[in-house]
């Protein structure tokens, strides 16, 4: 079974400062995606970053960007420049790849504040 | 833009009660998903859907019947509620990687849903 891990419950940051949210996972496929789901306290779920794990680059979006090491297992997101609106919790997720449906395993969430 | 929309939003229920949630998308995905979000547990998998008349148990199924007679539609049941029911509850959808290079998920804001 895939496992999806975020070793850090809470954090908080400086705006304007950078923090990285840390991220590993456990599995035995070779092909599969990772992502970053931000849910702010109005609940809905947003896509921040994805990453396809064939690919070496790391993925980038604006201020948030990611540094994938795929041998160690890990996924973390850096979010630069932090913003208030960047407060919420974050969570991480694997795809696996399945012709009967993608599955997806999520961690348990980092919950991130911005402190003005 | 209505994306994905669960009815309802919030719902108080008495201990052996039923009710149905709804999820409806328009976006034509293939595969839908009932996830359950509990304090320091992330989302669990209820139970998806990878197309129109099929249906999958996800990790934590049991007490839980859904039904996707339609395509845009993904219904979750409660037949007999009871207090370990009491969660917030998320639908969302998503196509596979052949006709959709992103995977990403979808999700709808959420239904409280409280046993009392």
């Known amino acids: 079974a895939q496992t999806v891990t975020q070793s850090q419950p809470e954090m908080s940051v400086q705006e304007a400062e950078t923090v990285t949210l840390s991220c590993t996972y456990d599995?035995?496929?070779?092909?599969?995606?990772l992502f970053w789901y931000k849910q702010p306290p109005s609940r809905q779920m947003i896509l921040v970053i994805r990453q396809e794990a064939y690919k070496q680059q790391n993925a980038t979006e604006n201020r948030f960007s990611v540094n994938f090491q795929k041998a160690a297992k890990s996924f973390s997101l850096k979010i630069s420049d932090s913003q208030l609106g960047d407060t919420a919790m974050y969570f991480c997720?694997?795809?696996?790849?399945?012709?009967?449906?993608?599955?997806?395993?999520f961690g348990t969430g980092t919950s991130l504040t911005v402190i003005p | 833009n209505a994306g994905v929309t669960q009815t309802p939003k919030f719902r108080v229920l008495k201990t052996g009660q039923s009710m149905t949630l709804l999820c409806a998308q328009d976006?034509?995905?293939?595969?839908m998903y009932w996830y359950r979000q509990d304090p320091g547990m992330g989302l669990r998998l209820i139970h998806y859907?990878?197309?129109?008349?099929?249906?999958a148990k996800g990790e934590v199924p049991d007490g839980y019947n859904v039904s996707r007679l339609k395509k845009q539609n993904f219904l979750l049941g409660l037949e007999s509620a009871a207090p370990s029911q009491t969660s917030v509850y998320f639908c969302?959808?998503?196509?596979?990687?052949?006709?959709?290079?992103?995977?990403?998920?979808?999700f709808g804001e959420g239904s409280r849903l409280t046993v009392l």
């Open positions: 997720a694997f795809m696996k790849l399945r012709e009967t449906g993608n599955q997806f395993y």
């Open positions: 969302a959808s998503s196509s596979p990687l052949w006709r959709a290079n992103t995977g990403e998920l979808f």
């Open positions: 976006m034509n995905h293939e595969y």
């Open positions: 859907s990878v197309g129109e008349g099929t249906t």
């Open positions: 599995t035995s496929e070779n092909n599969y995606y």
